[in-house]
């Protein structure tokens, strides 16, 4: 009776996680049903891409001077003026050209986006990116191209007083005061600038001059020329950090549009300025290849292979066949939730890697099946067919465990989606067929 109620409640356990693996798993949301389970993540083989040409710019600057040949933010009536290139010729070169590719990368990473190909070219600098279409890209194709450079400086002038080598850190923050929150910008600079800030803060200061009239010396904080805030220093700043206050709500979807301000900001100073400027030559979705139709004829055919090879269990092992089959069932559907639950990026290569799981679990029962096939009748001879036949496929799932660890940690994204299905799928098969399948196998004699 033990022996049957344990197969029952395996069995159902197996259908259950095949109908959320499946169908989903969905609870009532005001009018609608939502499903707790997240959809596949898949790549640009199936959902298209963003496609970015970046060029090295070409255009030029207009720097102003006064009578005295200071530069000054714009033009005067006694002053001069000449045109530069915002690139010029000492820093076209290969290195910056690969400092700025990696910095891009660098960039797409901290962003979250996994998926991406970027191409350089070596002569010209150029760079042609393919990012996922979603709701990160536009945002994402913003940070390849924005240069990223902090200035603080004379808001009279325009003299730079601090850039971003003087710069530490920008960490994103916020409180929360009675029903209000506040969400800042806390720039760090780093030890030998300390000491610069504190003079600064001292100097760019409100005062009175001879006729008691007050007089403000500001200072801009700006990201490429954007001004983030024009102040004068109330208190001396003696511990290198410039807090800004980048607004106050109570709206959840304001506090939201703040914060996401606040953090973009953030990453986009703590990388570092791109070393060149660089303008958009094309940005245009791309539409993939892969269509249902063209996913029908290789699906449809794997699917009926694999019905096959199920039938094939049951008219060979019978019963264990059957066992055998409701396993499988359940390996694929636990596999399947894995690749949703974790977020792996679903690629072509990401495919095969679930077809490769799905053919080793399906050896794999069958090497199991024969080994007890051939054993008498007894549970302590299964247990011993059963541990010796995972002791010889350990040595085939151990170097595939191996291959899937070591490519996941690649940067080329296809071998990456490999890599993350084959450690997942080959770790949840060792654990699968030691534990679920055990017991439904073990569990099938009669004595």
Request: aromatic letters at 8%.
């Amino acid at each position: 009776m033990e022996r049957r109620l344990k197969i029952i409640l395996i069995t159902l356990l197996i259908i259950l996680l095949a109908i959320i693996s499946f169908a989903g798993l969905f609870v009532q949301n005001t009018k609608f049903m939502d499903n707790l389970i997240p959809e596949y993540q898949l790549g640009m083989d199936f959902e298209g891409y963003r496609a970015i040409t970046l060029l090295v710019s070409d255009e030029e600057e207009t720097i102003y001077y006064d009578k005295d040949g200071n530069v000054v933010s714009s033009t005067q009536d006694d002053g001069t003026s000449e045109k530069i290139p915002v690139n010029s010729e000492e820093d076209l070169t290969r290195e910056n050209y690969m400092k700025a590719r990696d910095l891009m990368r660098q960039r797409l990473s901290h962003l979250g986006i996994s998926e991406y190909l970027i191409r350089l070219d070596e002569e010209n600098g150029s760079v042609t990116v393919q990012i996922p279409e979603n709701s990160m890209t536009d945002i994402a194709s913003q940070f390849l191209y924005t240069r990223g450079n902090f200035e603080l400086t004379d808001a009279d002038t325009g003299e730079v007083l601090l850039d971003s080598s003087n710069l530490k850190e920008v960490t994103m923050g916020y409180s929360t005061l009675s029903t209000e929150t506040a969400v800042y910008l806390s720039f760090e600079f780093n030890n030998d600038s300390v000491e610069k800030l504190r003079e600064i803060s001292t100097t760019y200061v409100t005062s009175t001059d001879e006729d008691g009239e007050e007089i403000d010396r500001e200072v801009t904080l700006s990201i490429d020329g954007s001004t983030l805030l024009t102040t004068t220093f109330e208190d001396e700043i003696t511990n290198g950090v410039i807090p800004i206050n980048l607004g106050t709500t109570t709206d959840s979807a304001t506090l939201s549009s703040y914060m996401s301000q606040a953090r973009n900001i953030a990453l986009l100073v703590n990388d570092g300025p791109l070393p060149l400027e660089y303008t958009v030559d094309q940005n245009r979705f791309v539409k993939s290849d892969i269509t249902l139709e063209s996913a029908m004829v290789p699906a449809i055919i794997l699917a009926v292979i694999l019905v096959i090879g199920l039938i094939v269990l049951i008219i060979k092992y019978r019963k264990l066949g059957v066992f055998a089959i409701i396993s499988y069932i359940g390996y694929v559907a636990i596999l399947l939730l894995a690749v949703r639950i974790f977020n792996l990026v679903v690629t072509l290569e990401g495919i095969c890697g679930i077809i490769i799981a799905m053919i080793l679990n399906f050896i794999l029962l069958v090497y199991l099946l024969h080994s007890l096939k051939h054993t008498e009748k007894d549970l302590a001879q299964y247990k011993i067919a059963y541990n010796k036949g995972m002791v010889s496929m350990a040595l085939v799932l151990i170097p595939a465990l191996i291959i899937g660890i070591v490519l996941c940690f690649a940067t080329w994204n296809p071998a990456y989606s490999f890599g993350t299905i084959i450690f997942w799928a080959v770790f949840i098969m060792a654990i699968y067929n030691v534990s679920i399948t055990r017991i439904l196998f073990l569990n099938s004699i009669k004595k």
